[in-house]
């Protein structure tokens, strides 16, 4: 199977990703652990970071420009809009105003120090603001060449076909995993569609290996149960680009490997069996 994806049919991009949310933002030795851990994925080859304003209220974008800017050619770094404080130190809720979509694209572009979000992703659809004003929104700062594509993050099926009404939706980011497939009718519908589906909490936590049957897939192939599971999606569809996080450089280094293993069609078999799913035979 291909080891990259072309997002959108023009971000290029290896499909084994990382997720920027754990690291630590805060001043310290944690946070020269985390540049250096965000450095460390670029130079394995790491071109799709994900992080989002919610992180830290951006300061997790602002460590990826500390850790990464200028950013090297083919690096896509996308982020997510969308959940906002209530107030100054209030609750973050869903906020999918206009006003509230742009100002959190104008901070990102600031931290991240870019011009252009090449993918801007839609954190969560608010349910107390139309969705033609939600997407209209990134349709209109996509004309103004501030973001370039747009992808939707927790949506089901059919709120995905009624945002490809109105716009060009080109990845979606769900929670799925080994053992989690409640979104399997979404992945499915992304494959169909060519959508890239960026799973979120692709390694349970790193709890895969309390499973027996992942934990003998794992030995058999001498990998770490966490291989196992981004291996198994890996190999669960051409669209599927998981974004491990980690704030650990042999997780992050373990991770990356898994794009090496190689399962055998009877340990997919019994791997696809966990969770009671079964994928499907088009894809
Ligand atoms: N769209 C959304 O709503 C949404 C929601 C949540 C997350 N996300 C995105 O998805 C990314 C991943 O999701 P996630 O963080 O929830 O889940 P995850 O990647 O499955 O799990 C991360 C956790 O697993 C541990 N871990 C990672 N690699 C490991 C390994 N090789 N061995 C043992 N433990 C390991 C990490 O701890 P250590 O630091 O100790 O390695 C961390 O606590 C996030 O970074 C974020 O970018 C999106």
Same mark, same amino acid.
């Given at each position: 199977?291909?080891?990259?994806?072309?997002?959108?049919?023009?971000?290029?991009?290896?499909?084994?990703?990382?997720?920027?949310?754990?690291?630590?933002?805060?001043?310290?030795?944690?946070?020269?652990?985390?540049?250096?851990?965000?450095?460390?994925?670029?130079?394995?080859?790491?071109?799709?970071?994900?992080?989002?304003?919610?992180?830290?209220?951006?300061?997790?974008?602002?460590?990826?420009?500390?850790?990464?800017?200028?950013?090297?050619?083919?690096?896509?770094?996308?982020?997510?809009?969308?959940?906002?404080?209530?107030?100054?130190?209030?609750?973050?809720?869903?906020?999918?105003?206009?006003?509230?979509?742009?100002?959190?694209?104008?901070?990102?572009?600031?931290?991240?120090?870019?011009?252009?979000?090449?993918?801007?992703?839609?954190?969560?659809?608010?349910?107390?603001?139309?969705?033609?004003?939600?997407?209209?929104?990134?349709?209109?700062?996509?004309?103004?060449?501030?973001?370039?594509?747009?992808?939707?993050?927790?949506?089901?099926?059919?709120?995905?076909?009624? =945002?490809? !009404? +109105?716009?060009?939706?080109?990845?979606?980011?769900?929670?799925?995993? *080994? /053992? %989690? @497939?409640?979104?399997?009718?979404?992945?499915?519908?992304?494959?169909?569609?060519?959508?890239?589906?960026?799973?979120?909490?692709?390694?349970?936590?790193?709890?895969?290996?309390?499973?027996?049957?992942?934990?003998?897939? =794992?030995? !058999? +192939?001498?990998?770490?149960?966490?291989?196992?599971?981004?291996?198994? *999606? /890996? %190999? @669960?569809?051409?669209?599927?680009?998981?974004?491990?996080?980690?704030?650990?450089?042999?997780?992050?280094?373990?991770?990356?490997?898994?794009?090496?293993?190689?399962?055998?069609?009877?340990?997919?078999?019994?791997?696809?069996?966990?969770?009671?799913?079964?994928?499907?035979?088009?894809?």
């Amino acid at each position: 199977m291909a080891s990259t994806f072309r997002i959108g049919g023009d971000l290029d991009v290896g499909r084994l990703g990382f997720g920027a949310m754990h690291l630590p933002t805060g001043p310290g030795p944690d946070r020269d652990n985390a540049l250096a851990v965000a450095r460390r994925a670029v130079e394995l080859g790491v071109t799709l970071i994900d992080t989002a304003h919610l992180y830290g209220g951006g300061a997790n974008e602002e460590l990826l420009a500390e850790a990464l800017h200028p950013y090297p050619e083919g690096l896509l770094i996308t982020t997510k809009v969308g959940v906002a404080r209530t107030g100054p130190g209030g609750d973050w809720k869903l906020d999918g105003r206009p006003e509230i979509l742009r100002d959190q694209v104008r901070q990102a572009l600031r931290r991240l120090r870019m011009e252009r979000i090449d993918l801007l992703q839609l954190h969560r659809i608010d349910p107390e603001t139309p969705l033609a004003d939600q997407l209209g929104t990134l349709r209109e700062l996509q004309a103004e060449g501030l973001v370039g594509r747009i992808g939707l993050s927790e949506v089901t099926v059919d709120e995905l076909e009624r =945002a490809r !009404e +109105l716009v060009d939706v080109v990845s979606v980011q769900n929670r799925y995993n *080994l /053992l %989690d @497939r409640e979104h399997e009718a979404v992945l499915d519908a992304c494959a169909a569609a060519g959508i890239a589906f960026l799973p979120w909490r692709p390694v349970a936590w790193g709890s895969t290996g309390a499973e027996a049957v992942v934990a003998a897939v =794992a030995a !058999e +192939l001498g990998a770490r149960p966490t291989q196992v599971a981004l291996a198994w *999606l /890996l %190999d @669960r569809a051409p669209v599927v680009l998981p974004i491990p996080g980690t704030a650990r450089i042999e997780h992050l280094e373990e991770n990356l490997a898994a794009a090496d293993l190689k399962l055998t069609p009877a340990q997919r078999d019994r791997l696809d069996g966990l969770a009671g799913g079964a994928r499907a035979e088009s894809v």
